[in-house]
Nanobody, 115 residues
Framework: QVHLVESGGGLVQPGESLRLSCVSS????????MGWYRQAPGKERELVAEVRAGGDTKYAASVKGRFTISRGNAKNTINLQMNSLKPEDTAVYYCSGGWSTGVYWGQGTQVTVSS
């Protein structure tokens, strides 16, 4: 069982920035992929950004150019730098990671963009 813990959410105004972090309890085996998903009220959960073991990244069209996913300094950690935030970015953001033992999810962190 791998535990993922997100941090960094909060309330910001449109145009501002936030940085999310995700720490995993897995310190031995590398992930096959780790990423961020989000779910807004009344909507389905959607992929925001992910990074694969080889370093390839993938972004949702709605965040490309504004958000950047990166690996953290510690093993199996990732960050999401979110710039130029918009009200439509408001959602609960979940960290997800895939290892040979399965796919795991964090509890989520709320991001609210409002003036």
């Amino acid at each position: 069982q791998v535990h993922l813990v997100e941090s960094g959410g909060g309330l910001v105004q449109p145009g501002e920035s936030l940085r999310l972090s995700c720490v995993s309890s897995e310190t031995t085996f590398d992930f096959s992929r780790m990423g961020w998903y989000r779910q807004a009220p009344g909507k389905e959960r959607e992929l925001v950004a992910e990074v694969r073991a080889g370093g390839d990244t993938k972004y949702a069209a709605s965040v490309k150019g504004r958000f950047t996913i990166s690996r953290g300094n510690a093993k199996n950690t990732i960050n999401l730098q979110m710039n130029s935030l918009k009200p439509e970015d408001t959602a609960v953001y979940y960290c997800s990671g895939g290892w040979s033992t399965g796919v795991y999810w964090g509890q989520g962190t709320q991001v609210t963009v409002s003036s």
